[in-house]
């Protein structure tokens, strides 16, 4: 990813909604993007001239750059949540995984 400026990370926090999520894990609410989304319902912002899906762009925020091609999951399986604490890395196996695991896919 194009290294973040200040002026992304202003940007990017000014589209997070921190206070209204009907979405809740482990007690808390999620904090939703509320910015432009994918038809899948992730979060996406423009970084220089490249769209970047919202959590990435909160994990690297947060903890720094995502090496190996790894996937930043949600443990909330909110895809507009961008809390850094809601999000984890992992392969794509680990994903599917993970949605095995919560009876999000069959088979």
């Known amino acids: 990813m194009n290294i973040?400026?200040?002026k992304d990370?202003?940007?990017f926090w000014g589209k997070v909604d921190k206070e209204k999520s009907t979405?809740?894990?482990n007690g808390t609410r999620c904090w939703e993007w509320v910015g432009r989304h994918t038809a899948k319902?992730?979060?996406q912002m423009d970084v220089g001239s490249?769209?970047?899906q919202a959590h990435r762009i909160s994990w690297i925020i947060?903890?720094?750059?995502?090496?190996g091609g790894?996937?930043?999951?949600?443990?909330?399986?909110?895809p507009a949540c961008v809390r850094p604490n809601r999000l984890f890395l992992g392969t794509n196996q680990d994903n599917?995984?993970?949605m095995k695991m919560k009876g999000r896919k069959i088979g």
């Open 96 to 98: 599917m995984n993970d």
């Open 50 to 52: 490249l769209g970047k």
């Open 23 to 25: 979405t809740f894990y």
């Open 62 to 67: 947060a903890y720094g750059e995502i090496h």
């Open 4 to 6: 973040l400026t200040q």
């Open 70 to 78: 790894l996937f930043v999951c949600h443990h909330c399986d909110n």
């Open 9 to 11: 990370i202003v940007r």
């Open 41 to 43: 319902g992730y979060g």
